[in-house]
């Protein structure tokens, strides 16, 4: 019987993780699958524990080869896929029971070519979310496309995924040869796939390897990992250049996201840094002006740094960061007009002479507003709420508020309270003849900064909306 899935799962010297991995594959809900084992080259006893689970369960079958990395162990496996689907698990992650049949099934009913989902991070033995993959599927959608969708650039790995065969041979997709293969195929498949469905639920466990000969952790600020984490990037960019142009910005800033904190780590931990340093010259050299120059400005600072081979000060503001977990500081400068610039080490430096540019963090400032509590005093709604500017540590000098239903606005009279709280009373009178519900909107001033925005409902909730009294359907006045 031909099977419904394959999947394709190389393995080398995993002794101490591939029972856990392959236990995750039996307990699938969907059981119409192979698991193909490709044993590259192993010297531990994994080749024993594949035997095991081969021997006991005929879904389960081995195939050898020489030591010659994932991409190719992979490509092996596929070689003997006979599935209508395809997935690809690495032998020291973990696959949740419900993953394959909540992927399949998707792809079964929208035709759709591929199948991607949220993935977690395992941290020892406890269950993270995947800081790389954090953003993508906080909006799962059927159906949708990386150009539609350019938040799929950052699912650039192809194990949280279920590809359609017939599409993946269709396209000649294969994997290079490499530590970072996987990236130029994940990219590949999603801008080559006619339309790709997006899942919310998480579909696997990513583990961080701490420990281990082989860990990419250990190794990944070593010249020659860095080197082929290069070689990816160039992959990816040329692949991009001539299909979908419009996706370079959204991955240079990925990988001055990402990536370059490795070639950070190797800076800062070198001895004789001359060669990282021109490595580091060669990665700048890859990734366009603009993705540079809109970078984040302590990020931007960084990078400046690196620019000059000035490994001693990146050294000072890699720490500078990491003591400044909760953020850093953006403060104004000026007398006649006022700009915004990240409070960092070495602005203004005589001796470094840095442009102010690379400071500016303008672009960076934003507008907080919330509402933590809203109260009926008998005669009136008594707002209160918070009002602050992100990352400066200043009191706005002026701030309104008013409410709007898309059509009236209604300015409210605002009292300070403490550094950041405002007060306000709404007169539910002062909306009759309005809409049912009204939003918030914040306009706060300083040093001739000014922005406005809707408040939001306590720290992470939506949009505070406002309820004219009896005409709710619910019956309560207030969203809370």
Known sequence: MIPLLSVVVPFHDVEAYITECLKSLAAQTLEDFEVILVDDGSEDGSRRVAEDFAARDERFVIVTQRNQGPGPARNEGIRHARGTYLAFADSDDVVPPHAYELLVGSLAETGSDLACGAVGRLVDGRLEESTLHEKVFRRPQLCTHITDKQVLVRDRTVWNKVYRRAFWERCGLAFPVGIYEDVPVAMQAHVLATSV???????????????????????????????????????????????????????????????????????????????????????????????????????????????????????????????????????????????????????????????????????????????????????????????????????????????????????????????????????????????KNWKLEVRAELRGLVMTGWCRDGDTGPTWRFSVPGRSRTGMETTQ
């Open 197 to 435: 469905d997006m899942v919310g639920d998480v579909v696997y466990h990513w583990r961080r390897r701490e420990t281990g000969a082989t860990s990419i952790t250990q190794r990944r600020t070593e010249p020659d990992n860095l080197y082929e984490r290069l070689a990816a990037i160039r992959a990816v960019r040329a692949f991009l250049e001539e299909r979908a142009p419009d996706l370079l910005d959204g991955f240079d800033a990925l990988v001055l996201e990402k990536d370059i904190l490795f070639l950070f780590q190797a800076l800062e931990n070198c001895d004789e840094c001359g060669p990282v340093v021109e490595l580091a010259h060669a990665w700048l050299a890859e990734l366009s002006v603009r993705a540079l120059a809109t970078a984040p400005s302590l990020r931007r600072l960084e990078l400046h740094l690196v620019k000059r081979g000035l490994v001693a000060e990146l050294r000072k503001v890699r720490a500078f960061r990491r003591a400044r977990e909760g953020g850093t500081r953006i403060v104004p400068r000026g007398l006649r007009v006022t700009n915004w610039y990240g409070d960092y080490p070495f602005f203004r430096n005589r001796r470094l002479r840095i442009p102010d540019e690379v400071f500016d963090a303008r672009d960076e400032l934003k507008l907080v507003a919330r509402v933590d509590a809203c109260e009926w005093t008998g005669t009136e709604y008594r707002l209160r709420g918070h009002v602050s500017f992100h990352r400066v540590d200043r009191k706005p000098a002026r701030v309104s508020m008013w409410l709007s239903d898309g059509r009236r606005r209604v300015p409210l009279e605002v009292r300070r309270s403490g550094r950041h709280g405002v007060v306000a009373a709404i007169d539910p009178r002062r909306l009759g003849g309005g809409g």
